[in-house]
DNA sequence: AGACCTAATCGTCACAGGTC
DNA sequence: GACCTGTGACGATTAGGTCT
């Protein structure tokens, strides 16, 4: 199966995997079938991570629903789509006030005239000819790591939306004539969508590891506070009842 | 040393939802 | 409704660890 035929199938029927998706996506499906149903949890802009009860309920479910039986509606909701990490965790923020926002992007655009000066210049450096690129300084985890320190620091670098260079904007449709040329304004469009998505993607990825180390740095907090609520109980519990030798 | 395993990372595709 | 953006999912690649 090619691998947009397996997607399209693995999004459409996520509850009657074949052998062959079962095989091969075995280590995966947990995983997935717990994200689904935690999506569908914070759609309504809950942030609610499934407790182990469900969590076990969820992959019980999952197993059952081999004998499908899921309605479209259902199954919509399933799949719906989950509030952007951003969102998550400006909502977590405004109520928690020690979490910080994760900006707007617009408010560091400001300033910065909107075009290709503005390019982050030793980020990559892409030869989008051939479809090949060299991200020479690359902000892998390690690199984030030690710019950044233990906490997160959200907002941390000015997102890269411009173009590469080598991507020349499109001319305009009405002066494309020959074949050869709607073919290099097609080819030339598909490299920007991939580019753009490729930042797109590294983006995301940037703001989920924001949004994992808040709910890290939330639970650690709530620990505390949790074990603080407990001593002061024990406390309380010690002054209100007297012993009685 | 090299075979194997595992986790992390990346680019890409598909698609939902937003915008104009 | 066309286009854009954000994100889940997939396969490929790579780095680091363990075993033989």
Known sequence: ????????????????????????????????????????????????????????????????????VIDSHKRREILSRRPSYRKILNELSS??????????????EEGTPPNIATMAVPTSIYQTSTGQYNEETDLAPSHMAAATGDMPTYQIRAPTTALPQGVVMAASPGSLHSPQQLAEEATRKR??????????????????KEYVKCLESRVAVLEVQNKKLIEELETLKDICSPKTD
Not at 16 to 40: C, L
Not at 95 to 108: L, Q, R, T, Y
């Open 1 to 68: 199966m090619s691998k947009c035929g397996r997607k399209k199938y693995m999004r459409t029927n996520v509850r009657q995997m074949t052998m062959e998706t079962v095989e091969s996506q075995q280590d995966r499906s947990e995983t997935r079938s717990v994200a689904e149903h935690n999506s569908a949890h914070m759609q309504t802009g809950q942030i609610s991570v499934p407790t182990l009860a469900q969590v076990a309920t969820i992959a019980e479910t999952d197993d059952s629903a081999d004998s499908e």
């Open 191 to 208: 490299e920007l969508r991939l580019m753009k998505n490729r930042e797109a993607a590294k983006e995301c990825r940037r703001r989920k």
């Open 95 to 108: 109520d928690v006030p020690g979490i910080p926002k994760i900006e707007e992007e617009k408010s560091e």
